[in-house]
């Protein structure tokens, strides 16, 4: 692939290299990240990113400036300092095509806990859209390759039919627990789309009663009105853990809000009945030390992995369509971003072939004595459209050349033989002067020629 290409970077950590502690503290919310984002590409020493963070990654995507250092050391390091340990042991860092594939997969669900997930092709398009300030012409285009891959793949293949989410995953894992959930009575912390997921699937299990709490009471009404569950005030939560079977939090809370003095109480009023807590949230919403409460039982993110395993194997089956659309896109998208690489070389080329044309045009003009506006006109469309037609299959077999991938070779080429990456020569100057004295024949056939018969 072109050079253009290899300077496109990823560089992540996620659920498949690095324990939800981890994760947790490498994560940014949403509205911190245009901030987070122009932090870490101060680090880096480069101006073009985006920064993806979900609950089970976060990953910074960027192009590397030629010459400059290794931009994705400097975030790792910079990792480092916020976990408080070595994130070189656990990031991952793909260049040019690979980093390509990545983000397509990652954005179409492939390289999800969850298999064929949806909504982490929102979670990349809402990254994409706080990342917009700094993300060129390169991640812009990427980006909306990922998106519509991610549409293809949901439209044109069964790896998204019937696929858990996060939140299904944790439903699934209360209704191992249980047995069944139909009838009991379930408590959701949170009014993002995972908390409406939840109540999605909590119904669709038979729950009996369902009730919402948030900070913001009005988003926990609109959403437990649209579920036909009940919304309660955050501060009620508490006690209301007295009465209800299944805790799923989902919230954006920076620190744990389930902590164990909270819980205590009510789980000392449920008479030996347990409490099946379902931490979804990154940052965890829970603290550990509610796990240690007698009869209450709390799952976090890793725990989800083993019910999440169960369905993987149905589809599986749709891998291999799926990753063929992700390859068919990888590939469009190099063949666009080679031709990149013949743009500047292209602009130069032509820059330079005008250079001359305007010179020699200045030295036929002068020689040319008096002429017509028309005239004049005439000679200088002349001498454009000569120039365009000498560089028209240069530039268009240039552009093809990079599509291909020989861009570089093909463009190296121009350079050399139209010494695109020298001063124009001293001589120019020299035969200007020597045109000058000599008058050629043809010129001055132009010039006594009336103007209705060229």
Known sequence: MSEGVASLAVVGVSHHTAPLERRERLAYHLAEAPRALDELLAVAGVGEGVLLSTCNRTELYLVEEPGRPDATREVIAAWSARVGADAGAMAYVHRGSEAVAHLLRVASGLDSMVLGEAQIQGQVRDAWEASRHRAGAVLQRLF????????????????????????????QLAKQIFGSLSGARAMVLGAGEMAELALECLAAEGVHTAIVANRTFERASELAARHGARAIHYDEAW???????VLLCSTAAPVPVVTADRVRPAAARRNDRPLCVLDIALPRDVEPAVGEIENVFLYDLDD??????????????????AERLVAEETARYAAWLAGLSAVPVL??????????????????LRRLGDLTPAQRAAVEHFSRALMNKF?????????????????????????????LDDTAPAADGERDRRDADAPDASLAAVRTTPSGER
């Not at 989800?304 to 993987?312: I, M, N």
């Not at 602009?347 to 036929?364: G, I, N, V, W």
């Open 239 to 245: 006690a209301t853990l007295a009465d209800v079977d």
């Open 144 to 171: 909306q390759s990922a998106m519509l891959v991610a549409g293809r793949v949901r439209s044109e293949t069964h790896l998204g039919r019937g696929a858990a989410s996060v939140s299904s995953a944790a439903v």
């Open 304 to 321: 989800l992995q083993d019910v999440v395993r169960a369905s993987l194997e149905r589809r599986r089956g749709e891998l291999p369509a």
């Open 391 to 419: 560089l028209h299959e240069p530039s268009v077999r240039l552009r093809a050349a990079a599509a291909e991938a020989r861009g570089l070779d093909a463009a190296a080429a121009l350079r050399y033989l139209f010494a």
């Open 347 to 364: 602009t130069q080329f032509r820059t330079r072939a005008d250079e001359l044309r305007a010179r020699e045009l200045e030295s036929a």
